[in-house]
Each structure stands twice: as C-alpha cells, then as structure tokens.
C-alpha cells in the first residue's frame, strides 16, 4: 500500500464503515439504488449550539458547545437511540452510530427506529452542577423533537442514569412526569431492574454462546476487555462469574495486565476509589495498543470506535472479537480479519442487550407496572439467543459472516415497513 493509500485508509470514518457493512447486505438482498438511498438517508439531523458560563479560578467564562441529535428511521417505531458527550463528537459520527440503531431494533424486532445524540463535550471537565445545566439546555432546545413515541434517549459514553434523570425532568416541566422520554434513568424515577448491567450482561450471554459454537468453553477462556466503562466492567464481570479468565482491562488512561487472571471485584472496587485502573495492585501496566494486540482466545473492545484498523488488524491475535462497543473495527480492518480467519462477532448483536433492556423499560413506563430483575434478565437472555441463533443459520446458510447475516436481516425488516406503510 503507497503512503497516500494508507493516510487515506486511517481517515476512514465510521460513515465509510457502516456504508461498507451496508453494501455487502444490500448485494444480496438486491436493492436498488433508489432503495438503497432512502434507507441510507437520515430522516432529520439536528445540530444546536448552546452556550454555558463555567467559571474557574475564580473567572467566568463563555462556553459554547455543539449538541447534536440525529434521527435516522422511524418506520418500525419511535426513533431510540443513546446521548454521547465525548470532546471529538461530530455529526458523522453520530449519523453512523443513529443508523446502525435502526438495524440494532431491527434484528432484535422491537418497535423502534434508530437515532443517537451527543454533544461535544468532555464531561470531565466539567463540575456536576456546569453538566446538570448544558444536559438541561440540550434538553429544552430538543424538546419539539422528543417524545415517549416519537423519540427516546438513552445513556452512551460519556453519560449516564444521572444525565438521564435531568433529561427528564426538563422534559416533565413541559409535558407532566414522563419516565418514558428515556431509558437506563435511575429506579427512583422509574427505571429498569437490571437496564445498567444490561448491555455488558447481554455481551457476555452472546460470547458465550458464540465460543461454544466455537468449541470453546468460557472456563477455559482467556479474556481481553478494553474499555471499564457502564459496558466494560458489567462484560469483565459476567464473563468472571461465568468462569472465563481476564487477563487485561483498560481505560482512556491505559490497560492493565494479569497473566493469571485479574480479580475484577477488586478492579471495580479500585476503580470506585481512584477513577483509574493504573495502579491496580498485582498488575502490570501496557498501554492500549499494547492490550488490543495480547493473545488471548476472546478481545472484547468496549470502548470507542475504529480501534482496530488497518494498521493493527494483521497484529490482532485473539481467535475471536466480540464487538462490544460500537463499531471498533474499521472495514478494512475487518477484511483482514476475516481473511485471517478470525470470527467478529458484529455490534449490532453483540451489544444488543442494552436497547433490549431500553426496551422493556419503556414499556414497563407505559403500563406503569415494574417487572422483577429476574424477568428481565430471563427474557434479555432469551431474546438475544433467540437473535444470536437466526443470524448463526443464515449466515451458515449463505455462507456469509454474521455481520452480513445480521445486515441482511435487519434491512430486510426495515425496508418491509417501509413498503408497508407506503411513505
Ligand atoms: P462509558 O463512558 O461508560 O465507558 C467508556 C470506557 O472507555 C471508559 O472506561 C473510558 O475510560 C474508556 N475509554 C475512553 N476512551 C478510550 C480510549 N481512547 N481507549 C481506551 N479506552 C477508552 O461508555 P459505555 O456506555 O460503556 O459505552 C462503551 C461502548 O459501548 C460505546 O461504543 C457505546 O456506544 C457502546 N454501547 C453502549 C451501550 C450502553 O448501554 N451504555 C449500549 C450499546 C453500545
């Protein structure tokens, strides 16, 4: 590959990917051009500015941010999909990441369209009370948009069940108390029994049965996670219960390894008291490119997007990649994977537990009637196997990977409604 080839490769962004994934299903599938635009176009993107007084050292300061909400299709229901804040938060980023929501319900059949938001912001440099008024000011310039049946928000890096309480509340000021507006809020204000561990319980129950397919029991499982978020440490510790070994987890900060397996109990707890894993007693400390390059029979990214790209792909040693963050492989990237003979487990199914889980929270806001933990988790589990199995068969069927198979699949039931509806 020339050098121009290769800058032009590292700039692939996830439009490009998700596009790439999207092409190979719409091939078999047959759609034609006039198809294929409509379900690649958003139906609305919205971009806000929004302006906040911080004040440090004494001083006050004129902030503004960029806020962001994209909705893709709304065919098989209300537009669904998460709030990022992270500082390099764009709108390409945030339209790929609102497509690939539409194909997430889709494949899992639940009556939602696909959307994501964010703003571009590191909400670590910001005090609670300076996040609480930005997350509030999104919320009234967004207002007209959302809707317990038209749009619904969820947590996604960088935010979480406190983000959605004030969404809620800036919401209910105008509509009357409305916990449906969003998913993964506290269960003071009527969140789920189980919606936090829900993507990473979800994730587990997947890679679970993809190693057994695999021939590979979790017992025998050397396991690498990157990222110890809401979705990395809930993976690290259902992975642990269920008796896999995790040699390495990291952060934004860098990884930590434990040939002999890592208490992740104690990881979690060190987390709670000093933000970070570096320092984790009996660890080593490797930096996240380091991490993602270990051997080890499951790499589980849980972070960010397009970590594994054409520069690391070939170095990937791991028998299998379970996508639980969305879209960490770059289309090149997964290519040489595939050529590689590796087995992607691909994001639209691997994390699906989370808007599953989203899910069943809204309706249990709509009946107005709580479900027990544990039929959360039974009809979570059920569902996802449910899934994981139909994309298994027609990806074994048509001899294609289940990236394709789970595209396929989704597209399928999106353009029907469409058709069906007539618009
Ligand atoms: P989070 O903010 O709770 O955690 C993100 C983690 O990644 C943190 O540990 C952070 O330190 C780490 N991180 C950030 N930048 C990094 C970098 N450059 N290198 C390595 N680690 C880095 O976010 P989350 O909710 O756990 O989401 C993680 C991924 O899972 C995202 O891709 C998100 O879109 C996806 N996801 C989340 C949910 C959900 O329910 N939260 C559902 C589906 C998919």
Known sequence: MTAEETEKTKKCDCEDTQRHFLNRAFETLRLDDAQRNLLLSSFRETLISIPLKVRRNGIEMLRTFTGFRVQHNHARGPFKGGLRYHPASNLNEIRALAQLMTWKTALVNIPYGGAKGG????????????????TKRFTQKMRPLLGVHQDIVAPDVGTNPRVMAWILE???KAHGYTPGIVTGKP????GSEGRLEATGYGVATITRQA?????????????????????????????????????????ARGGVLCESGIDVAAALAHVRENTWLEGLPGTETISNAELLELPCDILIPAALESVIDCDNAERIRADMIVEAANMPITHQADDILRERGKIVVPDVLANAGGVLASYYEWVQNLQEFPWERDTVFYRLEERLLRTYGEVHRLAAHKGVDMRTAAYELAIHRVSEAIRLRGF
């Open 119 to 134: 703003i571009a912001v590191d909400p670590a440099e910001l005090h609670a009370d300076e996040l609480e008024v930005l």
């Open 187 to 190: 269960l003071e204000l009527g």
């Open 211 to 251: 190693a057994a397919d695999h021939g590979l029991e979790l017992n025998q499982a050397r396991v690498v996670i990157q990222g110890f978020g809401n979705v990395g440490s809930h993976v690290a510790q259902r992975l642990a219960d269920l008796g896999a070994t995790v040699i390495a987890l990291s952060d």
């Open 170 to 172: 800036e919401y209910s």
